[in-house]
T-cell receptor, first 113, second 113 residues
Framework: ETGVTQSPTHLIKTRGQQVTLRCSSQSGHNTVSWYQQALGQGPQFIFQYYREEENGRGNFPPRFSGLQFPNYSSELNVNALELDDSALYLC????????????FGPGTRLLVL | RKEVEQDPGPFNVPEGATVAFNCTYSNSASQSFFWYRQDCRKEPKLLMSVYSSGNEDGRFTAQLNRASQYISLLIRDSKLSDSATYLCAVNPVDGQAGTALIFGKGTTLSVSS
């Protein structure tokens, strides 16, 4: 196991609602990245946090936002949910920002109805 | 051209077969390359990092060809337990994306007895 945990494991929401997903990184890792994986696709990079600051962002709208806490755990918030937001949301942690290998948590499966 | 492209698959092979997957990437400045394995409805798990000199781990061999911008994964003596989706991931070293991983869509391998 990677030591990366995520909660909740599954979630059902309706369009327009807001959701918060949580991730605890592996001990000693200060970088957390979030990915969205739709069915049949590879994971798509949402954003990355390094020492509580956003360190990079993929092509996702501003209604996807995040936080990293002093203990390096992280949250992903999605506002105004759309049906296309239904996906597996993966959190990955790594020791630092310089081309480090990323280790994934089990993911949160979000269904938007 | 997509940033990371993989053989579409699926690959259906008998036990004991040798199978090879290819992955091409578009950003010539990319520095880090990985193969992940993903079982159905699970998170990606790191299979191998890919180094310039190539690397081998038991039945698995990964190679990098920078001139042609592709990486490969060779699986020898396939086992039933190798059945999974294999994801190629590249770190493009893009200043706007931290150390994000860009994934291909994945190639599905099915090993049968």
């Amino acid at each position: 196991e990677t030591g990366v945990t995520q909660s909740p494991t599954h979630l059902i929401k309706t369009r327009g609602q807001q959701v918060t997903l949580r991730c605890s990184s592996q001990s000693g890792h200060n970088t957390v990245s979030w990915y969205q994986q739709a069915l049949g696709q590879g994971p798509q990079f949402i954003f990355q946090y390094y020492r509580e600051e956003e360190n990079g962002r993929g092509n996702f709208p501003p209604r996807f936002s995040g936080l990293q806490f002093p203990n390096y755990s992280s949250e992903l918030n999605v506002n105004a949910l759309e049906l296309d937001d239904s996906a597996l949301y993966l959190c990955a942690s790594s020791p630092g920002t310089l081309q480090e290998t990323q280790y994934f948590g089990p993911g949160t499966r979000l269904l938007v109805l | 051209r997509k940033e990371v492209e993989q053989d579409p698959g699926p690959f259906n092979v008998p036990e004991g077969a040798t199978v090879a997957f290819n992955c091409t990437y578009s950003n010539s400045a990319s520095q880090s390359f990985f193969w992940y394995r993903q079982d159905c409805r699970k998170e990606p798990k790191l299979l191998m990092s890919v180094y310039s000199s190539g690397n081998e781990d038991g039945r698995f061999t990964a190679q990098l060809n920078r001139a042609s911008q592709y990486i490969s994964l060779l699986i020898r003596d396939s086992k039933l337990s190798d059945s999974a989706t294999y994801l190629c991931a590249v770190n493009p070293v893009d200043g706007q994306a931290g150390t994000a991983l860009i994934f291909g869509k994945g190639t599905t391998l099915s090993v049968s007895s």
